[in-house]
């Protein structure tokens, strides 16, 4: 216990430093080539529109590029605007509506989003983001302001879920605090990377970079899951249980002080490895809104912690990952109050259901539902790539008929990956549920006879 207190100390000294530097600048917003205000003003004839700053209440007067005309700008909605720093003084680059429109549709879609969510974060510890970030762009949300909203809305869920599975008997407190201490600072150089995407490439930036290290991380850790999970199956269908990697025992034995025991996830490993570990896990999880799916296969398969242990820990994690990057990105001014409520409504339903149902499937189970959703939501996407591109510049704008086609990919693959995560988590907690009945009736008639 000791040399974990040294750790965290010296981990939680850099903490102030950072928090220090991001309420001086870092967290005060984007640079100063990217805007947020309303339009209240425009004038066709003279190419230029006023608008009012947020916060500050300034009115600026802007001008249309060489693109652009009137019906471009839309009047009293809160905008994203990003300056042309080589076309000229104050001059339009791009403009981005950042909180969509509500309509009945899309509040019944955030509410069931946020139910299946809810119970991939309960049953798999990853929060269920990797749905959830994807969900909210192809509703309409900037790439940005769904990251900030879906990391806004998770800590909260996250405690609940922390809570439910700690009664379990599955939490590992211990390496979850020192898992979350380089989370942090994760989190901090992770929103500093979203800010400068968004400063140097706008929304359109930052939407391709979330789909791009979507696809990579998610088709890389994805894949990996599903072989594994093949092979636990095979292993736990003849009752071998639990099986470290080889990589993990490799990691174990490695003496580099402090050494730290963590006893849930019956564990003993240097406290250096976990750091790789918990700064990725931070670091994607203020970047794209998703660190559980580096968190929980890095606790899998590089500490060697079980999946039901490793799952159960990073909720919470993410509790503590989730409270920290919302002080940031509200500094920003990116969280839409509207779409954290809606998600997390029924995702604290959905992440007890979750949590549940992992004391009734075995640990393959868990790896299972992880790699098949992680799959098709990296084919919803990277479906949406080539748009993207083409928003930049980058390549000819898309053919009218291949822009729909890839639209409709992109949305019946999510709607496909929402189904698989619900439909496999549902079957696999209801047949679960019977087994261990019918195992306690089983027993009674023993104990009776």
Known sequence: MKKLLIVLILLGLLTPLLASSALAGGGAGPSKDILKGVFTQVDAATRTAILKKDGSGELLTLNFNADMNSTDVRVNKKVMVSLDKNAGEKVIKDIDIMFMDMTTGKIVALIVVGLIGGLLSGFIGSGGAFVLTPAMMSLGAPGAVAVASNMCHKFPKAMVGTYKRFKYGQVDLKL???????????????????????????????????????????????????YDAYKLSKKQDNNEGHQVSGLALRMQKIELWPMIEFKVAKVRISAWITVPVGLATGMLAATIAVGGFIGVPGMIYVIGASAVVASATELGIAFIMGAWGSIQWGLSGLIDIRMTLLILSASLIGV??????????????????????????????????????????????????????????????????????????????????????????????????
């Open 352 to 449: 007890q259901l979750g949590a549940l149902g992992t004391t009734y499937v075995k640990d393959y189970m868990i790896k299972i539902v992880m790699a098949a959703t992680m799959l098709i939501v990296a084919v919803s996407r990277g479906a949406k790539i080539p748009g993207y591109i083409a928003d930049l510049g980058w390549q000819a704008p898309l053919d009218h008929g291949l822009a729909v086609t890839l639209n409709s990919v992109s949305f019946w693959a999510l709607i496909l990956a929402l189904g698989v995560a619900g439909g496999i988590i549902t079957v696999a907690m209801i047949v679960g549920m019977m087994k261990d009945k019918a195992e306690k009736r089983m027993e009674t008639a023993v104990s009776h006879g």
């Open 176 to 226: 979850a605090a020192v898992m979350a201490s380089t989370a942090i600072i994760g989190v901090q150089i992770g929103i500093k990377i979203q800010k400068y995407i968004l400063s140097q490439w706008g929304n359109a930036g930052s939407n391709l970079y979330v789909s791009v290290i979507f696809v990579i991380v998610l088709v890389f850790v994805g894949g990996y899951v599903c």
